[in-house]
């Protein structure tokens, strides 16, 4: 088995590319993913990575690492094993899980007629958008839109705390003019803790365009220009706010309630 160990190989040097530059995802279209239930995730989605690496020490027969390579070579990806000090180098992690991979850029169709859409509107945390997007996806969210200033959707944290949910929820980034015009006939419905509505008395079952503002500074003036209602989640006396991911979340599910039966 031949075993790369230098930093100049080509498929070395896109991974570290793609693990630290967003320039980079956006022009090759390429993401890397790290760990077994990120990579099977994703595989589970539908996404055919382009090549992946292992540390050979890692992959022992009966583990889910040589399960995962096992399935990586039956839909033909190319396997490749690098030394654990490189692994360590191209690893976002503090504790490298010893394999990766690199995967196209996640680009799922939007849907013609969505019935909930969800805004992000100056998120700053990659974690946190990571979450939502987690949360999006297993609540089914139609769509999640992301205007100009938010954080990148591909930046490694948000990768993980995703964890392979950006190829099963369809994401974009647009201004809000494009926003209040592509969605002009939806409700829009602004988290905000002093709203006038409680969020639990919305009908949600007509179309729905949740905005959710960052954590420091909240929702723009552009989304505060659109037709609106703003809904409050509420606290007790003395809390301040909710996480943005939080509250992203207790509100998708309150819309999507109907849904579940």
Request: with cysteine; net charge neutral; hydrophobic share 45%.
């Amino acid at each position: 088995m031949v075993v790369i160990s230098s930093p100049h190989n080509e498929r070395i040097k896109l991974v570290k590319m793609l693990q630290t530059q967003g320039k980079a995802r956006r022009k090759h279209r390429r993401l890397v993913l790290e760990g077994v239930r990120l990579m099977r995730d994703a595989l589970d989605a539908g996404a055919q990575p382009d090549f992946a690496l292992h540390v050979p020490d890692a992959d022992a027969p009966g583990t889910l690492t040589h399960d995962l390579l096992e399935r990586l070579r039956a839909v033909g990806c190319r396997v490749l094993a690098v030394t654990p000090e490189l692994m360590t180098t191209l690893s976002d992690t503090e504790t490298p899980q010893g394999i990766l991979g690199v995967f196209p850029w996640p680009e799922l169709p939007v849907p013609g007629d969505p019935a909930l859409v969800v805004v992000a509107d100056g998120w700053r945390d990659p974690g946190n958008l990571g979450t939502l997007i987690r949360t999006g996806a297993a609540a089914g969210v139609d769509l999640l839109l992301l205007t100009r200033g938010t954080v990148d959707p591909t930046n490694p944290k948000a990768i993980r705390g995703a964890m392979g949910a950006h190829y099963r929820l369809p994401l974009r980034t647009l201004d809000w003019d494009a926003i209040a015009q592509a969605y002009a006939a939806h409700r829009f419905y602004l988290a905000d803790a002093a709203g006038e509505q409680l969020y639990t008395t919305v009908d949600w079952r007509q179309p729905s365009v949740i905005v959710v503002g960052g954590e420091a500074h909240g929702f723009g003036a552009a989304a505060a220009a659109i037709p609106h209602t703003r809904v409050r989640i509420p606290m007790v006396s003395g809390a301040e706010s909710l996480n943005a991911a939080v509250a992203a979340a207790i509100l998708i599910y309150a819309a999507r309630a109907h849904t579940f039966g």
